[in-house]
């Protein structure tokens, strides 16, 4: 073999060496670049999830949530987000304003003494009656029992103004109110156990629903928001008008709860008499009663009350 020849077979060696190694090199720069891709994505992946993480972690919750829900309110209601509960037959010229909670152990005293009293105006056409319900003891006492009953009471009301009345008589009643600490209506169940002793209730699919589903729920937390309103911060309270209306206080003396009520129920009688004039017994107001007082609000009607 020439030494020319030779020359020439070095060289093509030389150069299938160098365009392997460049190969080569080319290759590892290709993994590089597809490690540092693949650990970029990788980043922002995580980055991604755990930003989606806090998103979902500040997201609100519960009856937080329950704030910025749809607003679906109940039938038989009026004014602003149907928050004016308005009973009673619409030809009486009065309106007496109640405040209550449905933890309140003095509202449950007063319902389970002389709610009935109440009712009584109510079917003879005494007067129309205004229900504002709050929920400040769930924010005092902690828990959510208050705002629960009364998204509860709104399916209720959806069904008919007198299932309202005879399911918020059942919840304050000696059966089945809790102690103020426990929080027991903060269940779903409990509450449609004691809606099982109301007859329009009683194996009610659609309000069964409603009460699981939350359907009023933001309606409760609107209903909730007029905490204050005609600077009334405590319950439960009367008012006609702007004018606070007071019940005189029961002696603090050994009684029975028999004795207990028929003070109580003769003390909120005194105060209506004062206010409203004796009762008219029989006549057209008791006539008007019977179908006015489970109709609630008429369509169009306006609140007697001013709204506030």
């Known amino acids: 073999m020439s030494n ?21 090199k080319k290759k590892e720069r ?8 693949v650990s970029v994505v990788g980043v922002l992946a995580v980055a991604g999830g755990i930003g989606f993480a806090v998103l979902k972690a500040n997201e609100p919750t519960g009856w937080e949530a329950a704030k910025e829900a749809k607003l679906v309110t109940p039938a038989h209601t009026q004014g602003k987000n149907g ?28 319902e389970q003494s002389t709610g009935e009293e109440l009712l009584k105006d109510i079917h003879d056409g005494r007067f129309k009656v205004r229900f504002t319900l ?63 002793d109301v007859p329009e209730l009683k194996g009610n699919k659609a309000f069964e629903k409603q009460v699981k589903d939350g359907t009023y729920d933001r309606w409760a937390m609107e209903m909730s928001a007029l905490f204050g ?18 019940i005189a206080e029961i002696p603090q003396q050994q009684m029975t709860q028999q004795q207990y009520n028929q003070l109580a129920r003769a ?35 306006k609140d007697p009350t001013g709204g506030n």
């Open 4 to 24: 020319r020849n030779t020359q020439e077979n070095k060289q093509a060696a030389r150069e299938r060496i160098r365009a392997q190694r460049d190969k080569e």
């Open 229 to 246: 309103r005609k600077g009334v911060r405590g319950t439960p309270t009367f008012m006609h008008g702007d004018k606070k209306l007071t």
């Open 134 to 196: 709050y929920s400040f003891i769930d924010d005092m006492s902690g828990g959510e029992g208050s705002k629960n009953a009364l998204s509860a009471l709104g399916a209720a009301l959806n069904i008919s103004p007198e299932a309202f009345l005879k399911y918020k008589s059942a919840l304050y009643s000696t059966t089945y109110h809790p102690d103020e600490r426990e929080d027991l209506y903060a269940k779903d169940a409990e509450l449609l156990k004691v809606a099982a």
């Open 83 to 110: 928050t004016e509960i308005l009973i009673g037959d619409k030809s009486a010229k009065d309106t007496l304003e109640v405040f209550e909670d449905v933890r309140c152990p003095a509202c449950a005293a007063f």
């Open 267 to 301: 003390n909120f009688g005194k105060m209506i008499d004062k206010e409203f004039g004796p009762a008219k017994g029989g006549g057209a107001g008791k006539d008007a009663g019977k179908d006015g007082g489970g109709q609630g609000i008429a369509k169009g009607e």
């Open 30 to 37: 290709l993994r590089r670049q597809l490690v540092v891709a």
